[in-house]
Nanobody, 114 residues
Framework: QVQLVESGGGLVQAGGSLRLSCAAS????????MGWYRQAPGKQRDLVAS???????NYADSVAGRFTISRDNAKNTLYLQMNSLKPEDTAVYYC????????WGQGTQVTVSS
């Protein structure tokens, strides 16, 4: 059972940057794909960005051009670089890994002040 642990969230002013990390307890190469999701209060959990084992990436329209997902297979870590943050990016961000089932981290809070 692989465990995922997110870090790097916090409070930032609009226009600022944060980098989220997701450390896996095992090899992330076991996952077909990994991704970052976010959930704001009262809203559903939505996909922010994903990356396949082969390195193909996909982004939500709302973050394309501002966020970058990447992975370091040697460190078993997934990243999300978030630039030009907006107040509407405020949410709990979750790391996800997929093989035959979904694995989730506990989430990290990102708050963007205006």
């Amino acid at each position: 059972q692989v465990q995922l642990v997110e870090s790097g969230g916090g409070l930032v002013q609009a226009g600022g940057s944060l980098r989220l990390s997701c450390a896996a307890s095992g090899s992330i190469l076991l996952f077909n794909a990994m991704g970052w999701y976010r959930q704001a209060p009262g809203k559903q959990r939505d996909l922010v960005a994903s990356i396949t084992r082969g390195g193909s990436t996909n982004y939500a329209d709302s973050v394309a051009g501002r966020f970058t997902i990447s992975r370091d297979n040697a460190k078993n870590t997934l990243y999300l670089q978030m630039n030009s943050l907006k107040p509407e990016d405020t949410a709990v961000y979750y790391c996800n890994g997929q093989d035959w089932k979904d694995y989730w981290g506990q989430g990290t809070q990102v708050t963007v002040s205006s």
